[in-house]
């Protein structure tokens, strides 16, 4: 039964890209058969005009002109609503639970400058050494009035996710945040993970790529972060 069970399982989730791949071409089909009947719809309607009218030219050219203003218009409308039709050819978002990782890299945010004279932490939040704590203190926070919104909230999130496994943690900075890393990794280290061994950034040096080693290592002079709109433009060029 239990393999019955799982075999079902890994059934659905190969099948789900192909079920994707069905529900975008819809449209397209939807298009090519709507093209396709009003063929013969207008080869419908001109016979049923040329037997009402009795062969009249007139009526004749007044419905030709009508059905191809009603063509150019149905074209136009399509057009318009392009955005809505035909979905870009990308993974559909879902709220899948991602697995739980030993190993997480971070793309981290930059901060407003003024949080940086609280240590990166926003007025109002008291962190303690649990992260599960502090990410309830948050979610608390987020519905007062002003709403609290902080930028590093989703990278606590991230490793609250993976920390039962998370052995490594590696840092990417942008060009903004990479003076705030310190500030970052001093609210990390107040937590305590039992399999956690190290934590890296991976910056660049004089146009290179260095990977450091933020236990040993606090001095981040001379490094620089990353652009990420380029790394992201980048990205969509190669068709990641």
């Given at each position: 039964?239990?393999t019955?069970?799982?075999?079902?399982?890994?059934?659905?989730?190969?099948?789900k890209?192909?079920?994707?791949?069905?529900?975008?071409?819809?449209?397209?089909?939807?298009?090519?058969?709507?093209?396709?009947?009003?063929?013969?719809?207008?080869?419908?309607?001109?016979e049923?005009?040329?037997?009402?009218?009795?062969?009249?030219?007139?009526?004749?050219?007044?419905?030709k002109?009508?059905?191809?203003?009603?063509f150019?218009?149905?074209?136009?409308?399509?057009?318009?609503?392009?955005?809505?039709?035909?979905?870009?050819?990308?993974?559909?978002?879902?709220?899948?639970?991602?697995?739980?990782r030993?190993?997480?890299?971070?793309?981290?945010s930059n901060?407003?400058?003024n949080?940086?004279?609280?240590?990166?932490?926003?007025?109002?939040?008291?962190?303690?050494?649990?992260?599960?704590?502090?990410?309830?203190?948050?979610?608390?926070?987020?519905?007062?009035?002003?709403?609290?919104?902080?930028?590093?909230?989703?990278?606590?999130?991230?490793?609250?996710h993976?920390?039962?496994?998370?052995?490594?943690?590696?840092?990417?900075c942008?060009?903004?945040?990479?003076?705030?890393?310190?500030?970052?990794?001093?609210?990390?280290?107040?937590?305590?993970?039992?399999?956690?061994?190290?934590?890296?950034?991976?910056?660049?040096?004089?146009?290179?790529?260095?990977l450091?080693?933020?236990?040993?290592?606090?001095?981040?002079?001379?490094?620089?972060?990353?652009?990420f709109?380029?790394?992201?433009?980048?990205?969509?060029?190669?068709?990641f």
């Open positions: 039964m239990i019955h069970c799982f075999g079902g399982i890994i059934l659905h989730k190969q099948m890209p192909f079920r994707m791949r069905c529900r975008e071409l819809v449209p397209w089909a939807t298009m090519a058969l709507t093209v396709l009947g009003s063929h013969f719809a207008a080869d419908a309607i001109m049923t005009v040329e037997e009402l009218s009795h062969g009249s030219g007139t009526a004749i050219l007044l419905t002109i009508c059905y191809l203003m009603f150019i218009g149905m074209v136009y409308l399509l057009v318009r609503q392009k955005d809505i039709l035909f979905h870009p050819r990308t993974r559909y978002l879902s709220n899948e639970e991602a697995e739980v030993g190993h997480l890299v971070l793309f981290l901060l407003p400058a949080l940086e004279e609280s240590d990166g932490i926003p007025e109002g939040l008291h962190l303690s050494q649990d992260i599960n704590k502090d990410i309830k203190t948050i979610e608390e926070l987020k519905q007062g009035t002003p709403p609290l919104r902080w930028a590093w909230e989703m990278s606590l999130r991230a490793i609250q993976h920390q039962i496994k998370l052995k490594t943690l590696t840092l990417v942008s060009k903004e945040s990479i003076s705030q890393v310190n500030l970052f990794t001093k609210i990390f280290e107040r937590y305590r993970f039992k399999n956690l061994n190290k934590i890296s950034l991976l910056a660049q040096k004089q146009g290179n790529p260095v450091v080693d933020m236990f040993s290592e606090k001095n981040i002079a001379g490094l620089n972060g990353f652009n709109k380029a790394l992201m433009n980048y990205h969509k060029l190669c068709g």
